[in-house]
């Protein structure tokens, strides 16, 4: 996946397991347990407007280019 922000880019993309797996981690890190109810789908949270994911890159952007500074 290309960074928007012109970098060499970034992780995640269409794969959600490694984005799963850190979350699990966490979670087993933190209860010393893993949730034992089955996975029906893998994504979370409402769906976004192309308005919203555009600013939302935006926003990252900035902030990359303050930490560059």
Known sequence: MRHPCG???YGGGPDRGQALG????AWYCLTGTLPRRSLAIDCFGRDHTDEEIQDIQQALCRVVVRLRR
Not at 22 to 25: D, E, G, I, T, V
């Open 22 to 25: 850190c979350a699990l981690y």
């Open 7 to 9: 970098g060499d880019g």
